[in-house]
């Protein structure tokens, strides 16, 4: 199952790298993960992350498959 992962780099609470270390975890794997990175964006990334998250929950429901991918997708 594909998984998308949005983490702000100003998130005190959690270290971003404990997520790029999953998403590497995964991606060994030979899971689908997409890990974004967003810019100065603290713990609570609702309203940054809606943008990315939104479309990549429509792809998921839509009657085509996921491409297989896996890594960062780049900052937003």
């Known amino acids: 199952m594909p998984l998308l992962i949005t983490h702000g780099d100003a998130d005190a609470l959690i270290p971003i790298e404990l997520s790029a270390a999953e998403t590497r975890r995964r991606c060994a794997a030979g899971e689908s993960v997409q890990f974004v990175t967003l810019p100065g964006v603290k713990h609570d990334a609702r309203n ?24 960062a997708a780049g900052i937003r």
């Not at 929950?57 to 839509?62: H, N």
């Not at 498959?65 to 890594?71: D, I, R, T, W």
Request: with cysteine.
């Open 48 to 71: 940054e992350s809606g943008p990315i998250v939104v479309p990549w929950l429509k792809e998921r429901f839509a009657p085509v498959a996921a491409v297989p991918k896996c890594g």
